[in-house]
């Protein structure tokens, strides 16, 4: 550290009790001799004169091994400091009692000690915090925050690109609803109707309709039961129910498996109101058949039936958020919509 | 030292470290000032200070800054010579002369025995935040115990 007119006379202490290097107390004399004009009051014994010395009473004061009246003000001092050893202490003890005079000056000593005045607050703490980011709690609140985006990202995934598929079905009214057949969602489908020929040979035709659901072969069967009755060989058309009227048909989602064992049963459960719909679950439709259904040969025909192509109208309907595709299919007055999500 | 250790600071500083500005700075505006800017400072660097250096940091960065601030006002009061004449009227309240002895002492004495006296520092820990060696620290300290004892003692001589 540069010694510098605000803290030379502190290495002056130092020089006094020894603490300097011989650099140290060169660059002090190099410091004293450039700066002449330094206090006056300085002891002789700093001054650069070869002749000068102290006097008894200066050289005493430089002495601290024990108390006397040259050093007493560096006494006093280090006991209010706490700066005095036992020793020390009790010199400065039996000083005092040789010396009562000197005791009102050392309660004076006593007294020059600051004492803060605690009523004096700095009034704008909040205008010097900061904000605190808990990272403790952040964290915590991090991990559910995570978990909570996870679960509603597996649940959106799950939700919106299942395999499942919604099947709505609105109803129109039913009208000339002349039979039952088999809705493909994705082919031009027209009921078929069987001709086969009976034990003597003869053409015969039974309204046997078939169709094809992927590589299965579906067929409904009529029977005798059926109205309105037809010869014997021929199956005839299912009784239907007429719905028409109240238009409200009854549409029943049939597990695949029930239908097919009511189909294997002997004799076979007499196809009542039911039909079959491949859209992807079967469903009863109730029909009605209207009384002008023709009939050829006593067969139901196609044409008889009023079976008309279904032309399937495929409609990318939706919102994009909703990624549906929405398919329209119409059937013999009877509209349905098949709704899969993407 | 991170925000909520800052924060602390703020909390158990704060007022010690104004009561000290505004011994040194002598007006109130100014001891807010330079507290302000102390912790602005200890906030800028709060990364780089550990928690338990933050005060004598604070207390250095406002000593400092007095400084700065005392020599461009030109407000030198380096004087070692007590003197009466500032007195307008002795006071029998010894805090009161305390105070008017320490307003006398230079800067560099008056931070000393602030330190020790009002935040309880020892000679290290002033020496830290002055810029000073323990014994230069010891050396301030007894000079300003001295003057203050010798105004008490000419206080009393007055009345």
Sequence with gaps: MMITRNNYEAYMLDWMEGNLTEQQIAALLRFLDENPDLDATLPEFLSLDDQAHLSDQERSSLFFDSIHEGNKDHFFTAYVEGELTKVQLDQLEMFLIDHPNFQKELDRFKLAVLIPDVSIIYSNKLGLVQPVVDLKFYMVFLRYAAVLVLLLTFSYVLFFYSDSTVVRYSKSHVRDLKGVGYLQDDLELTPLLSIDRDEENQLVSFPKKKVVVGEDLISMNEYSESFPPVESNIIPIPELRDVSETNDMSLVIEEDRVIQEEMAKTPPVPIQDWALTTMERRARLALDVPEHVQFENGLYTAASLGLTAITNKQQEIGRKSDHFKTTKIEFAGVKFERIVRR | ?159
Excluded at chain 2, 60 to 67: E, G, H, M, P, Q
Excluded at chain 2, 128 to 138: A, F, H, I, P, T
């Design chain 2, 1 to 159: 030292m991170n925000a909520k250790e800052y924060n602390n600071l703020v909390y158990q500083q704060s007022d010690g470290l104004y009561r000290f500005a505004l011994r040194l700075a002598r007006d109130e505006e100014s001891a807010k000032d330079l507290v302000q800017m102390a912790f602005e400072k200890v906030w800028i660097k709060c990364e780089e200070i550990q928690a338990e250096k933050g005060k004598p940091y604070l207390f250095r960065t406002l000593y400092n800054a007095f400084i700065d601030q005392s020599r461009r006002k030109k407000h030198d009061r380096i004087d070692d010579e007590y003197s009466l004449s500032n007195v307008s009227q002795p006071s029998h309240d010894l805090k009161e002369v305390l105070h008017m002895a320490l307003n006398q002492l230079p800067d560099i004495q008056k931070s000393a025995i602030l330190l020790r006296d009002y935040e309880g520092y020892n000679y290290q820990e002033i020496g830290e935040v002055l810029n000073l060696s323990e014994s230069q620290v010891k050396v301030y300290i007894f000079r300003a115990r001295k003057h203050l004892q010798l105004f008490i003692g000419k206080i009393e001589a007055v009345l």
